[in-house]
């Protein structure tokens, strides 16, 4: 796995398979799997400044592409079978079925957002289709929030390191602390808020989910 990590190996992929390797990974990654997506993505664009065998646009196009097919399968498993996983599984790690209901009703209300900046946190970047299929999110609002966060992430990365070139394996270490850091004081917040909150949302929810079919418990 080291290895799959190395410039040197990821450039070799882009000059045996081009632009698929990058549209597959990426898509794996969406799904749940973990590999190197991001990396490959700037790697991929400093293989285009440096040598010119490929087109930017194409690497582009393809990390854009394979987030949201990535992520769109992920949302399809997790609605199939992600919410009785979680009803069937969950109270043996803490997650009792009011634990449940309230993340699912926030994620109902909030998940748009949650979706969107989710692709640019690596591990919830992994699961976000997963959970948003299992808490059943509507799949127009979760497209739209997906080919937005898609777009901006994988057009966004490849662009940037192409114009900075070599300068990105500078600052590509402190940047990733600083968007970690950012992303652990939201998340921690996050935390905080709905656990102290935790009753007052339950009630929400509970009343929510007299009215809402999308929040009825599936059986098991």
């Known amino acids: 796995m080291h290895n799959f990590f190395s410039v ?24 749940g799997f973990p590999l190197p997506a991001e990396s490959l993505l700037i790697t991929g664009a400093l293989f285009c400044a440096t040598t010119h065998k490929l087109h930017i646009e194409g690497v582009a ?14 949302y399809l498993i997790g609605h199939l079978v992600g ?7 969950g109270p043996k790690i803490g997650l009792t079925s009011q634990r449940l209901l309230l993340g699912r009703y ?48 994988a057009g966004g990365y490849t662009l940037v390191a192409y114009l900075l070139g070599n300068e ?16 652990c004081i939201v998340i921690g917040s996050l935390f905080i808020f709905i656990k102290r909150n935790e009753k007052r949302l339950t009630e929400e929810a509970m009343k929510a989910a007299e009215q809402d079919e999308r929040l009825k418990v599936l059986p098991s």
Do not use: C
């Open 106 to 153: 926030v994620f109902l209300k909030h998940g748009g957002p949650v979706v969107f900046f989710g692709r640019f946190i690596a591990v919830l970047r992994m699961f976000v289709a997963l959970l948003a299929g299992a808490n059943h999110m509507p799949w127009h609002t979760f497209l739209l929030h997906n080919a937005l966060g898609g777009i901006f992430w």
């Open 83 to 89: 919410l009785r996983v979680l009803q069937k599984y």
């Open 61 to 74: 196009l393809a990390g854009v592409l394979g987030a949201i097919m990535g992520d769109n399968f992920g």
């Open 168 to 183: 990105i394996l500078r600052l590509s270490g402190p940047l990733a602390i600083a968007f970690g850091a950012v992303a």
């Open 8 to 31: 040197d190996y990821l450039s070799s992929l882009f000059a045996h398979y081009g632009y698929g390797v990058v549209g597959v990974v990426v898509m794996l990654e969406s799904m």
